[in-house]
C-alpha cells in the first residue's frame, strides 16, 4: 500500500516568512468587548478580570501576557479603562506579535507592545493573565507554546487560547488530537471542543513526549474558514 504523500515542512524561519503567517489582518480589530472581542472568544473580560484582582489585592502587581496581540487594540483599550478607573495601581500589560503592526503607541509604562517571534520570546515574569486570541492557527510549534504559556500563569492566575488539536499531526501525517487533549487534561488544563478553547487557573506544567518536525502552511482553512498551518511531530 503506497505512503501518503506529506507535505514540504517549514522551520521557524522559512514559517515566519510565509503569507500565512506573516500577515497583517489576523487579530487586527478584535476589542475587550463586544461582538468581536477578547471577551467573546475567551468567555470572559480580560479587563473585568484583572481589575477585580486589583480591587481585591490593590498592593500588588496586576499583569496581562497577550501572545499574538494583532494591533494590540484589546492591550490599547485595558491600559485606557487601567488610566480611568486604577491611576495609581500597578499594571503590566504586555503584548507580543509579529508583525509590528500595531494600532498605535503605549500611552504609558504601564504597556509594552514588543515585535518578536512566539518561538523565541519569554517573559520576565510570571502573569495573572496569559492569552492568544487566535494565535496559536499561526504558530508552527503549537505544543512548545502552548507549554511554555502554561507554565507563565501566576499562582491564581488564568490562562486561555483558541486551540485546534486536529491541527497536530504525527510524522506520517495522521492526527495526533488523541494524544494531546489525553496530555492537556492529565496536566490539568481544559478543553472545550465546541468553542476551540483550552485553559487552566493557575501554573501547569505541560509536557509533551513529542519532537517538532515543521510546518505545512498549505494546509488550508483551520475551522475558523481562514487559512491555517498544520504542525508535524514526531512522537516518543
Not at 22 to 32: E, F, H
Not at 108 to 127: G, K, M
Amino acid at each position: 500500500m503506497p505512503q501518503p504523500q506529506l507535505p514540504r515542512l517549514l522551520d521557524h524561519t522559512a514559517l515566519e516568512g510565509s503569507s500565512v503567517v506573516a500577515n497583517n489582518a489576523m487579530n487586527r480589530n478584535r476589542g475587550l468587548a463586544g461582538v468581536n472581542s477578547y471577551a467573546r472568544d475567551l468567555g470572559f473580560d480580560p479587563y473585568a478580570r484583572l481589575a477585580e484582582t486589583v480591587r481585591r489585592q490593590p498592593d500588588t502587581t496586576v499583569s496581562w501576557i497577550d501572545m499574538c496581540c494583532g494591533s494590540g487594540r484589546a492591550l490599547l483599550e485595558a491600559e485606557r479603562l487601567f488610566a480611568r478607573d486604577f491611576p495609581e495601581a500597578e499594571v503590566r500589560l504586555v503584548g507580543v506579535d509579529l508583525i509590528d503592526y500595531f494600532q498605535t503607541t503605549a500611552r504609558s509604562v504601564r504597556l509594552r507592545l514588543i515585535t518578536a517571534s512566539a518561538h523565541d520570546w519569554q517573559p520576565d515574569c510570571v502573569a495573572d493573565l496569559v492569552t492568544c486570541v487566535h494565535g496559536l492557527h499561526y504558530i508552527g510549534d503549537k505544543l512548545g507554546l502552548l507549554s511554555a504559556m502554561a507554565g507563565w500563569t501566576a499562582p491564581g492566575g488564568s490562562f486561555a487560547a483558541q486551540f485546534d488539536p486536529h491541527s497536530i499531526r504525527t510524522a506520517d501525517g495522521s492526527s495526533a488530537a488523541r494524544k494531546v487533549l489525553a496530555r492537556l487534561r492529565g496536566a490539568g488544563l481544559e478543553y472545550d471542543g465546541r468553542r476551540h478553547r483550552v485553559s487552566a487557573r493557575g501554573p501547569r506544567t505541560l509536557e509533551f513526549a513529542a519532537t517538532y518536525l515543521g510546518a505545512d502552511d498549505t494546509a488550508g482553512p483551520g475551522y475558523t474558514g481562514q487559512p491555517a498551518v498544520t504542525s508535524y511531530y514526531s512522537w516518543l
